[in-house]
């Protein structure tokens, strides 16, 4: 007998890029990482509730209250329990396969927190 795992929704960080910019965006890029690493470099446009928050039970900002999740990290392991987590709470929410640490790779912006390029910490 086999036992099969139900893996989490995961997507690229094409996927997770052209989900969440251009003109009508159909998600949220959720970034859980702690505020030092946010401080140094994260993506235009990004939300930032840290991982740490979710787990204590803090909600969402407003502008990912009723929207679609698309969550990240620095390499895809804190932004999968995020992704569990909210889905467990009723959400709608994939992670990114790779995290910012991906997203920089594929060339896409990283903004520090004055809006200058950043860095991934």
């Not at 910019?21 to 949220?28: E, K, L, N, S």
């Not at 997203?103 to 390029?117: C, E, T």
Request: hydrophobic residues 40%.
């Amino acid at each position: 007998m086999f036992l099969f795992r139900r893996s989490r929704p995961r997507v690229s960080v094409d996927q997770a890029y052209s989900r969440t910019t251009g003109d009508t965006p159909d998600a949220i890029l959720l970034d859980v990482r702690e505020s030092s690493e946010w401080t140094a470099g994260h993506a235009p446009g990004a939300v930032h509730v840290p991982l740490s928050r979710l787990v204590a039970g803090d909600g969402l900002p407003a502008e990912a209250s009723d929207r679609q999740l698309v969550v990240i990290c620095r390499s895809g392991h804190r932004s999968q329990q995020a992704a569990k987590l909210l889905i467990q709470r009723g959400r709608q929410a994939v992670d990114v396969e790779g995290g910012m640490n991906a997203w920089a790779a594929a060339g896409y912006p990283v903004l520090d927190q004055r809006g200058n390029s950043g860095r991934i910490a």
